[in-house]
């Protein structure tokens, strides 16, 4: 153990934190993350700053609401200039390094503007969201063209895997029974086990990586974070086998929904169920196909998960690495009549997150759970303190987790925030919503969720007496729940109008602006006195006396 340790930040997109069994699933076991859990501490009411991927990882890589960062939907680039955890670490000497997944796109066009060379070492970093790529694997689409950030298409290839798209036509596409190639983008296919053995499946393959950047780090004298983002368990749902058959019908838990809940009077939510994904997994055969799939590849994860810090231990890492475990968004599969993410519900907005510190100062806490109101942008400042980066407020919004990973006092959170942009989406098209008001904002205190749709409703759920989140209490005129409306509204108007944007409003400027007198503004002082004793000095040393000669009359 060093005073600086590592970092290990494992992200797996699209993950519920209900699909692991020390969040409570009956049936999907997972051992490797369960034994993280014991070795640290739980989370149990982490929400993310937004319901879609781009969003929400970048609020995490910069621990930031999105409101502050601007890239409001997936494709919206992180702005030049936008300081990240990258940033921070480096500044402490501490190296920032990406595995896999971040959805950055870069904003070429304030590159350009700046003069800065999108392949030099700056341009670079700004196009990694400040991280140093070890591999960068963001995945694709049926019709990408091939990668240039990862190497895993070319992976593929080396081993035998040729394709004008290894990634679609292997590890993402299944054989059926003679043989012809079947796209899992296409989710009745979702059964059928990839088309790659699974050591050289992605997830696998990431893990090999994350473990050749540590050998190599093992080296050298620099404390790292590195950043393992797993495209799994996100769509394309499709594993390889053994995973693809692992779990059937008898696995599946009932959906969370109500017919209430459909038959819902409210304009927005009734767009997002009349959505094409919403309509598609509100069927219960497309459930029935693609739960055993998405449950497969957790249980995939899981065992990659554990054959990496098997060798970790192996290696002496874990000794002196903080190991956090989460997800960018959870995954509706059916619950409250949707699919995918995109909105508040806890299946969605809530994630899990384990953090394991072995540091000695967290011994206290070691497989206890906290049930502390907790975001994602809390993780950049508990890896800068971590890592010892000195706190930085003017730029970080988030909250140091360290107190409750050492069981200390100095952590308090009222209310979780968390927004999406659904102006591109089939609902701000249905609705006719202009792209300035395909907004909605959600606010939680642990028991209540209020969520702002502008132009429309609120939507409100009391998760004290309703933790399905079956009945909108939105439009409810009962005295209690105007109350909580009321206050609420004001909660959220507080938050927005506070800074989110003074990030260079450094320590030293602050102290600077607070004696203007000190720095030579002399306003509204009557006499040498009152001066003196505002700036601290005499006032013939600013104004020497005597200074100039009379005019002559």
């Known amino acids: 153990m060093t005073d600086r340790p590592n970092m290990l930040w494992i992200m797996a997109d699209q993950l519920r934190f209900d699909y692991l069994s020390c969040y409570g699933h009956p049936h999907l076991q997972t051992p490797h993350i369960d034994a993280l859990a014991r070795r640290g501490v739980k989370f149990t009411n982490t929400y993310i700053q937004s319901p879609v991927c781009g969003p929400s990882r970048m609020s995490a890589y910069t621990g930031r609401y999105v409101r502050s960062h601007g890239s409001t939907w997936n494709g919206i680039p992180l702005r030049v200039g936008e300081p990240t955890l ?15 997944k971040t959805h950055m796109v870069a904003d070429r066009e304030g590159m350009a503007w700046l003069g800065i060379d999108p392949n030099s070492e700056i341009g670079v970093r700004r196009s990694e969201c400040g991280f140093d790529a070890f591999e960068r694997d963001d995945g694709l689409h049926p019709d990408s063209a091939r990668q240039n950030w990862s190497a895993y298409d070319d992976y593929l290839v080396s081993l035998g895997y040729k394709s004008e798209n290894p990634w679609e036509d292997f590890a993402n596409s299944g054989l059926d029974e003679n043989g012809e190639l079947m796209s899992a983008w296409l989710l009745k296919n979702s059964r059928m086990p990839a088309n790659v053995p699974e050591e050289h499946s992605e997830t696998a393959y990431m893990t090999n990586r994350a473990m050749a950047f540590m050998e190599g780090a093992m080296q050298e004298d620099t404390p790292w974070m590195c950043h393992l983002s797993y495209i799994k368990p996100h769509w394309p749902y499709i594993v390889p086998a053994p995973y693809h058959d692992m779990y059937g019908s008898e696995h599946i838990i009932d959906p969370i929904r109500s017919n209430a809940e459909k038959d819902t009077d409210h304009p927005l939510l009734r767009a997002y169920q009349n959505a094409r994904v919403c309509r598609s997994f509100s069927r219960d055969h497309v459930r029935a196909h693609v739960i055993p799939a998405y449950m497969g590849l957790i249980k995939q994860l899981d065992d990659n998960l554990g054959r990496m810090f098997a060798w970790m231990d192996e290696k002496g890492l874990s000794e002196n690495t903080i190991i956090a475990f989460t997800s960018d968004h959870g995954d509706y599969m059916g ?24 540091r000695p100062a967290a011994d206290k806490t070691r497989g206890t759970t906290s049930s502390e109101l907790t975001e994602m942008i809390d993780l950049a400042p508990t890896f800068m303190s971590a890592l010892g980066c000195a706190p930085k407020p003017h730029i970080v919004e988030g909250r140091d987790l360290t107190p409750l990973l050492h069981g200390t006092d100095g952590f308090y959170r009222q209310y979780a925030i968390s927004e999406h942009d659904y102006s591109s989406f089939e609902m701000a098209k249905a609705l006719d919503v202009p792209q300035e008001d395909a907004r909605t904002v959600m606010i939680c205190d642990g028991r209540w969720k209020y969520i702002r749709c502008e132009g429309f409703d609120p939507v409100m759920f009391d998760l004290e007496t309703d933790p399905q989140e079956l009945c909108n209490i939105g439009s409810s005129q009962e005295a209690a729940h105007v109350e909580v409306h009321a206050r609420m509204e004001a909660a959220l108007l507080s938050w927005a109008t506070q800074h989110h944007t003074r990030i260079t409003a450094t320590a030293d400027v602050l102290k600077r602006q607070g004696n203007t007198a000190a720095s030579g503004i002399l306003i509204g002082f009557w006499d040498e006195a009152e001066y003196e004793a505002a700036a601290g000095k005499r006032f013939d040393s600013l104004v020497p006396v005597g200074r100039g000669t009379p005019l002559s009359k």
Do not use: C, N, Q, T
Request: proline share 5%; glycine share 10%; aromatic share 8%.
């Open 335 to 358: 619950d409250h009549w949707m699919g995918d993410k995109d909105f508040y519900h806890e299946v969605a907005a809530k994630v899990p997150l384990i953090i394991s510190d072995p």
């Open 86 to 100: 990258g940033d921070h670490l480096r500044e402490a000497g501490a190296k920032a390094v990406l595995v896999g």
